[in-house]
Every structure is written in C-alpha cells, then in structure tokens.
C-alpha cells in the first residue's frame, strides 16, 4: 500500500528507464519538466495501488513538490481521475492539475480514466478549459468529448461545440479537434461531412481529419475516394 506521496515518488524512482527515456522523450515531447523514463503501466498501476480513502494525501504532497517531472504529472493526473468515492474529489484536483500538464500523453492518458463519471457533468464541469490560453487545457476538454462523451446523445453538442467554441491556431488543440473529427466522420458521416464540404474549420485542420479518415479501416474505400 502507498498512502503517502513520498512513497509513491520513491516506487516511481525504482522504475527509471533511461534507455526507454531517450525513446520515449521525443515522443511525449514535454514541456517544461524533465522526463524519467517511467513506462505508462508502471505509473497507471502504481496510481491504481494507492487506497481511495488516502488519494487526498497523495495529492497534497504531489502539489507541495518543487521537483515536478513529466512521470510525477502524468501519476497525478492518473490518480485524480481514478474512480473514487465522490465525483467532486477527481474534479476539484484535476482543476489544478490540468493547468500543470505540458504533454498531449498528460492530456491523452488521465482524459479515459474519467469514463466512469456523468457526461452531463463532465461535460459542464471542464467546460471552462476552452476559454482558457493553454493548449493542453483546451485539448483537455477536447479529449473529454472524444472519450467520453462522442454517442449519438452528444454528437451534434460536439460538432456544434468544435464549429463555435474552439480557437483552433495551437498545434496540440488542432491535431486533437482533427482525430475527433474524424471520429465523427467514421461514426456519424451524415452529420460530419457537411462540415468539411463547407470547409468550415481551419485548412490544417481540415486536412489532417482527412487524412486521418481516410487511414481508418473502418470507412469503405469509395468513401475514402471520395
């Protein structure tokens, strides 16, 4: 059992990788924090080891940290988002720790640990990140309508949310307004496609869905002619 941030951090030491490190940090790509070398399913199952009724004091230690890395993040981010006795918990941490993220992996790995939550509150809660200057708070919430929310429920809220909501202009916030786009032209065609026969979103944008679309298995080959 983990109870104590220090303990974590210590586990997490015990798994550097420094030839894994010289792979993965081009990739991962952060800014901002050096990365360890630490391979995802050692941090998920070590955030996963650590007991509910102590996840708050784990927390609080991680936030009182000087030495952030790339690898402390993403265990963070993996904790907060775990399910736990109340939603109100993983939201309250996850508002502080998304603005510390400075990878899109932050962003692309804790965003499916939420599926477990409400997606009218999710959906209302993160809302706010789309207005902030960042562009891993941006492609945060973008990633929640991705993967936890892209239904037949929510997909003309996201089409409409990704039409009028969204500054595009930063890399990692198109690259993932792209992917869910063409998510949605793989899942919802009929709905999706008037938007890119209008040319409604950013040529990069525009392009990069495309491309994405059209190297799905999932969408039939007159399609991807098309």
Known sequence: MYETYEQCKAELLKNVDEKYDKFNNPIVNCEGYPTLGIRTPVIKKLAKSVPIAARDNVL???F???DL???TVLFAGVLAARKGEYYNQSRESLMWLV???RSWAHVDCVTPCLRWADKDTLWNDFR???DCEGQYEKRFYIMIMFSCCLGAEYIDKILETLRYNVTYGQYYVDMAAAWLLAECL??????TLP???AQTFPKFVHNKAIQKARESYRIDPDTKVY
């Open 99 to 101: 603005p510390l993220f």
């Open 195 to 197: 938007l890119f026969t």
């Open 64 to 66: 009182a940290d000087k």
């Open 186 to 191: 793989v899942k919802y065609y009929d709905k």
């Open 60 to 62: 609080n230690g991680f």
């Open 128 to 130: 706010y990140l789309l």
């Open 69 to 71: 890395s790339y690898d």
